[in-house]
């Protein structure tokens, strides 16, 4: 066989491959529609099928399982916000702050039954979820440790300072999306004067680490 015919033989297989991330891709994209309010247990994997015009066992493939296919969902929903808080920095760091925790909110408000699911640790307890959840913590960490000062690689004390906030943080935004009773600009800037705290209080223990300007405005 000659080099040609080994690109002829090649190419159909890539293109295959294309075609089978695409529908993988929309799959997600179909269930991350269906379980942004409806919990895992309340959806069957013959109404997942229905909803989404598809053959049961086309899930199946992609995903083995409806736990399989849940996981696959959440870490696509999930993946979007790491990747949104992370970026921007190019802008100032309260900017910066105000985006993040403003994405993080429309993603609770946007997903409730994901982000009720990545909270509580997922169906019983499920290591996977929790995995996911402790990945998103730490993105959050990151972020903030970046715009606060300067770095990620920071003490153990400043970690759990905001280590503490993002948990508080995620038992707020929880509870806000069952009782919506403030706008989320409201709550965001809450969030906000919250961390400045934080930030202080870390100060306040570990003088190395000391809180940024527009932190000690808020004082």
């Known amino acids: 066989m000659n080099s040609q015919q080994r690109v002829a033989v090649v190419r159909p297989r890539a293109r295959g491959t294309e075609r089978s991330a695409a529908r993988r891709a929309e799959l997600i994209a179909i269930g991350r529609r269906l379980f942004a309010d409806t919990s895992y247990d309340a959806l069957s994997m013959d109404d997942i099928a229905r909803q989404a015009?598809?053959?049961?066992?086309?899930?199946?493939?992609?995903?083995q399982s409806k736990r399989g296919y849940y996981l696959a969902i959440i870490n696509d929903s999930v993946a979007d916000l790491v990747t949104y808080a992370a970026s921007g920095v190019e802008l100032p760091p309260v900017e910066r702050?105000?985006?993040?925790?403003?994405s993080y909110l429309r993603y609770a408000e946007h997903n409730q039954a994901a982000y009720r699911t990545i909270v509580s640790g997922g169906v019983g307890f499920d290591a996977e979820v929790h995995a996911i959840r402790d990945g998103v913590r730490e993105a959050?960490?990151?972020?903030?440790?970046?715009?606060?000062?300067g770095r990620t690689d920071i003490a153990?004390?400043?970690?759990?300072?905001?280590?503490?906030?993002?948990?508080?943080?995620?038992?707020?935004?929880?509870d806000?999306?069952?009782?919506?009773?403030?706008?989320r600009d409201t709550m965001r800037e809450l969030l906000v004067k919250t961390l400045g705290g934080a930030l202080?209080?870390?100060?306040?223990?570990?003088?190395?680490?000391?809180?940024?300007?527009?932190?000690?405005?808020?004082?």
């Open 176 to 183: 806000w999306t069952d009782h919506p009773e403030l706008s």
């Open 156 to 174: 153990p004390l400043a970690r759990m300072g905001l280590l503490a906030w993002v948990c508080s943080v995620e038992g707020a935004a929880l």
């Open 140 to 149: 959050i960490v990151a972020t903030i440790a970046e715009g606060a000062y």
């Open 97 to 102: 702050v105000h985006r993040t925790i403003d």
């Open 200 to 219: 202080r209080a870390i100060e306040e223990l570990d003088p190395a680490y000391p809180a940024p300007e527009p932190a000690r405005r808020e004082a």
């Open 53 to 63: 015009h598809v053959a049961k066992g086309l899930i199946y493939y992609y995903f």
